[in-house]
């Protein structure tokens, strides 16, 4: 059984003996043409700062996956130049996926035209699954709907087709291309709902405890009785002037005092307690 490098020798070979297919002879050199074209399918997205930088060093194989299908379309009388050019369109579409990482922006863009390639080869099983791919992978690539539904309309499927451009437009609902395309399969105003973005919740605070806590210890109020406390209220002369009330006097529990005062009052509660205890 032949591996992949004798079998690419022996096609080399072939080449050199026999010639390639008509057509072919302009091998894998661009066109001012083609470079223009490249160009618009790589770059026109604007996005070649993002993501790694090692997955862009491959898409001149792309390149080759968008200008081998379109010179299939212009040799599609010559079965033998169109089937090469195919095939070496699905090889460059083939290198990207197999060298970039998943998280390549283009990878979507990629399995469009590898299944635009599939299609046109007949294989049109295969390009549903490319399509299918590039919507799960990025569902606001519009071309993967419009490609998926043409796809099933083409198969006698018009109700999933027009399903698909709903699912599209959900994803999409400003696309023009999507609802032209909705309305001739049969659909009615007003579109799809659009998918509810939901938006993340906002960070709970943490609550900070009202009173502090002293060496690991959980606080106890003691009871405090209005009585007893104005009672023990210090009469100062006339001459003097009263300080602030404090939380005793004031009736109020310990619950805003300073530690040290908390302190305090918990030393006295716990004395209390144990004078109480029968012996």
């Known amino acids: 059984m032949l591996d992949g490098r004798k079998l690419g020798v022996l096609l080399a070979l072939a ?18 043409q083609e470079e223009a074209l490249c160009s618009t399918y790589v770059y026109g ?3 070649k700062d993002l993501g790694n930088r090692r997955d862009w060093q491959h898409m001149h194989h792309y390149c080759d996956c ?18 090469y050019n195919l095939e ?3 090889d460059g579409c083939d290198y990207v996926l197999q060298h ?37 992978t990025d569902p606001t690539e519009v071309n993967a709907f419009n490609e998926l539904s043409l796809l099933q309309e083409e198969g006698g499927k018009k109700a999933e087709a027009r399903e698909t451009i709903a699912r599209g437009l959900r994803h999409n609902p400003d696309s023009i291309q999507l609802q032209k395309r909705y309305l001739e399969l049969g659909g009615t105003k007003p579109f799809p709902e659009p998918i509810a973005r939901v ?10 405890p009202d009173l502090p806590e002293l060496q690991g210890l959980r606080p106890v109020e003691p009871v405090i ?51 109480k205890k029968p012996e």
């Open 199 to 208: 938006e993340p919740a906002p960070e709970e605070k943490a609550v900070e």
């Open 45 to 47: 997205a604007g996005a």
């Open 100 to 136: 970039t990482t998943k998280a390549f922006i283009m990878r979507p863009k990629v399995h469009i035209d590898k299944g635009r390639a599939l299609k046109l080869k007949g294989d049109k099983a295969l390009a549903a699954q490319e399509f299918s791919t590039a919507i799960e």
């Open 88 to 90: 070496s369109a699905i």
């Open 66 to 83: 968008v200008r081998f299908r379109y010179r299939a379309i212009r040799t599609m009388g010559d079965k033998a130049t169109f089937r």
């Open 225 to 275: 009785q209005v009585d007893a406390v104005t009672e023990h209220q210090d009469k100062s002369s006339e001459g003097d002037q009263a300080g602030p009330p404090d939380a005793a006097s004031a009736g109020r529990s310990c619950r805003f005092c300073p530690p040290e005062e908390v302190h305090r009052r918990w030393v006295e509660s716990f004395k209390s307690r144990q004078e």
């Open 15 to 32: 080449v050199l003996a026999y010639g390639a297919p008509a057509g072919a002879v302009e091998a894998f050199g661009r066109t001012p």
